[in-house]
């Protein structure tokens, strides 16, 4: 372990950040996978649960399932209540200045899908430029690639450096006055790489376009205040901040939120319905959420935001710095093998390929040893090709991991390579 490193654990050490016992909040964590202790290390795909988050779905199936927002019975108030609590929680989690700018989504894939379907449809058509970046996830490609191909608006590429930095002297020579929406991850869930998305804000909003941010890689692991950014719209997923799989949010600035038309149709999202005078349609945010919500999911999302600010996100972020590190540096002295993604500003992501190894086998043949890891493509296929890849192999930290699993992780690493080539 290099010197930097074990400073900064001895560090944690005397901090209040104490892994041991917030392993303890985590269930999971006890199971053996192949009759070896599970080390988990697929964070980036989806972050395990704490006990308190899955508790609530216990107590709400238990003391207070019941459908929301019409109902006058108690359990009705209550469900409401606590739904509605989540909405509060997620405007402080993301210093939003009003609830009613937090929609509740299925993840971060359908918010990218309303802004498309809603601001883009209405907003978007020939002539007009949507700039994303090449570090997207397809759920930040796709529903651009699905609305350009009616509207016949051009879709613009960002590049990368070789790090996987985003090229920005190149993002300031595609922005022009025909640029209408810059879409960008905050933080990339392929190589990890931290975009600067206040400053890119800054340049977009200077040529009049708007910026959707994909925060799901980032709200994990470090505070996001929207405000400060400038985000116009922001997106996230429930079950990569320790909460649910089923429930995500669309933060969008209240105008456009306003300005936009509703999405689908259905109960809860109308004023009033009626054949002959047309349909009306409910204010903010009900106006996004039609038919029964995730309401357990949403009321667990709340208890995970909880769960998060107890322990600090800036706290996780550093203490998985550590680990990122640690990692890097011991994998760093296995022959052939490279690393994808070593942008400066990064995340606990390490994202790699060896040389005579496929990905795949190595995914497999190191779950045989009860290490998880993702392998494959990431959803981010233009990125991968880039680097001259089909797939890599990617560790991706969190909260509850420790040196120690890092380093079985190093050691099981070493033992397939060994078997493979
Ligand atoms: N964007 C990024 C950067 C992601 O990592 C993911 C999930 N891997 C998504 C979007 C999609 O999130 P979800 O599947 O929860 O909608």
């Known amino acids: 372990m290099s010197s930097t490193v074990l400073e900064k654990a001895n560090a944690f050490a005397q901090a209040p950040y104490d892994v041991l016992a917030l392993r303890q909040d985590f269930p999971i964590l006890d199971r053996k996978v192949h009759g070896k202790p599970l080390v988990y290390l697929d964070n980036a795909a989806t972050s395990q649960t704490p006990r308190q988050v899955i508790d609530v779905f216990s107590d709400y199936y238990s003391r207070c399932n019941a459908n929301i927002h019409r109902g006058l019975h108690t359990l009705a108030d209550e469900a409401t209540a606590a739904f509605e609590g989540t909405r509060h929680k997620v405007r402080a989690f993301l210093n939003a200045e009003d609830a009613r700018q937090i929609i509740f989504t299925r993840g971060t894939t359908e918010a990218i899908n309303l802004v498309a379907q809603t601001w883009g449809r209405t907003h978007l058509g020939a002539g007009d430029e949507v700039l994303i970046s090449l570090l997207e996830h397809h759920s930040n490609i796709v529903p651009w690639q699905l609305l350009a191909a009616e509207r016949g608006f051009t879709i613009k590429v960002i590049p990368v450096d070789d790090s996987g930095a985003l090229d920005m002297q190149a993002y300031r020579e595609l922005l022009n006055e025909r640029t209408r929406l810059v879409a960008v991850n905050h933080v990339s869930n392929a190589l990890g790489t931290i975009n600067p998305v206040k400053e890119m804000a800054a340049l977009a909003h200077q040529q009049g376009a708007l910026i959707l941010v994909d925060g799901a890689q980032a709200t994990p692991h470090q505070a996001v205040d929207v405000q400060a950014i400038d985000a116009d719209f922001y997106a996230f997923s429930g079950h990569k901040v320790y909460g649910p799989t089923g429930v995500g949010v ?22 009033t319905v009626s054949f002959d005078a047309g349909t009306t349609f409910a204010g903010i945010p009900h106006k996004f959420e039609a038919g029964t919500p995730a309401i357990a999911e949403v009321i667990a999302l709340g208890r995970a935001l909880e769960w998060l600010e107890e322990v600090g996100v800036g706290a996780i972020g550093q203490w998985e710095h550590v680990l990122l590190e640690h990692a890097t540096h011991a994998v760093s002295s296995i022959d052939g093998l490279r690393i994808l993604g070593t942008a400066p500003d990064k995340a606990g992501v390490l994202s790699f390929v060896v040389d005579g190894a496929h990905s795949q086998d190595i995914g497999l043949l190191i779950d045989q040893l009860g290490v998880a890891i993702r392998t494959g493509h990431h959803c981010a296929q233009p990125l991968l090709h880039h680097f001259g890849v089909d797939a890599t192999c990617r560790a991706s930290f969190a909260a509850y991991n420790t040196l120690d699993e890092v380093d079985t992780f190093v050691d099981a690493l070493n033992r397939v390579i060994g078997m493979v080539r």
Do not use: D
Not at 251 to 267: R, S, T
């Open 250 to 271: 669309l933060y969008g600035k209240k105008a456009l939120l306003e300005a936009m038309p509703p999405w689908q149709g259905g109960g809860e999202m109308i004023k």
